[in-house]
């Protein structure tokens, strides 16, 4: 399984991001400047909201893809997981019967339905995605292989909020500029590789 163009488009920006905001490694943490650290700053809020809206679509794109397979005849564990979730979610009868199960209306108002949890949801960690990624169909065991990403993305979203809301003492969040850029290094094989998985719950 390849990745998706979503993907490559992720990488993308956030390589141009490093090229336009991360300096290059200085031999003594002492010669960056004040600017060298508000760029790298700059880096870690753009780059989270890049990775907050890589995956939000990714999440959006797939239950499209689902939802329509399904409404043309082809039923998907992820379409199934989504109008049962929907159902359970908004306290609506749940639709056991292939009749129900192939009702248009009721596909249409799954997908609607989750369409606003992935508005609603502001910032990404790993209890997020998630809640993200469950009702599309991916099951406990397949996410608990993820769990190297998914504490990675707890790490970046608690290193993103300060960065973002604090008005004092940001010089506390200050380090080395390229090591903004190495965590995304670090994420990129492992959002890779659940961007692959994604294919699994459209089939």
Known sequence: ????????????????????????????????????HHMALGFRVLASAHLEAYIEKRCGDSATKCAKMHMSGNPTRGS????????????????????????????????????????????INASKLRRMLLPLGFQEAELDRHDQLSNLLDSIADNRNPAAHMAVNRAKEYQEP???????????????KLDEDFDSVCA
Not at 2 to 15: E, G, L, Y
Not at 178 to 192: G, N, R
């Open 80 to 123: 199934r997981c989504l109008l049962v979730w929907s159902s359970v979610e908004t306290g609506a009868e749940i639709p056991l019967d292939s009749a129900a199960m192939s009702r248009r209306e009721n596909m249409e108002k799954a997908l609607r339905h989750y369409q606003r949890l992935i508005e609603k949801s502001h910032g």
């Open 178 to 192: 390229i090591k903004e850029w190495s965590i995304f290094d670090i994420l990129f094989p492992l959002l890779e």
């Open 1 to 36: 399984m390849a990745s998706t163009s979503s993907f490559a488009s992720f990488k993308a920006a956030i390589t141009e991001l490093k090229a336009s905001l991360i300096v290059d490694a200085k031999q003594d943490y002492h010669l960056y400047t004040k600017a060298d």
